[in-house]
């Protein structure tokens, strides 16, 4: 059983910087691309960022373009979130994911539990 395993989150003043990270547990597996979504309080799950390992190609969300990036390292099923400029309004539970679909790297499978973002003004 794969289990993906997010840590990095917590409570941070508006302006501040967290970085969030992503390892796989488990058997080993092949990823074609992973991913960080969020879902605030009362609100859908939404995409934030992605990798697509062939090509190294990254994808973000208009609201996060400037502030976030994210990276990895493809044979270690690892991907990283950094934060900055975070706002209140970036209050979350992130969740990371990974797609073992070769035909779309976006059909994310597997899940993370989440981890708490939480940004006072």
């Known amino acids: 059983q794969v289990q993906l395993v997010e840590s990095g989150g917590g409570l941070v003043q508006a302006g501040g910087s967290l970085r969030l990270s992503c390892a796989a547990s488990g058997r080993t597996f092949s990823s074609y691309g992973m991913g960080w979504f969020r879902q605030a309080p009362g609100k859908e799950r939404e995409f934030v960022a992605g990798?697509?390992?062939?090509?190294?190609?990254?994808y973000y969300a208009d609201f996060v373009k400037g502030r976030f990036t994210i990276s990895g390292v493809n044979a270690k099923n690892t991907v990283y979130l950094q934060m900055n400029s975070l706002q209140p309004e970036d209050t979350a539970v992130y969740y990371c994911?990974?797609?073992?679909?070769?035909?779309?790297?976006?059909?994310?499978?597997?899940w993370g539990q989440g981890t708490q973002v939480t940004v006072s003004s």
């Open positions: 990798i697509r390992w062939s090509g190294i190609r990254t």
């Open positions: 994911a990974a797609s073992r679909d070769s035909s779309d790297w976006r059909n994310f499978g597997s």
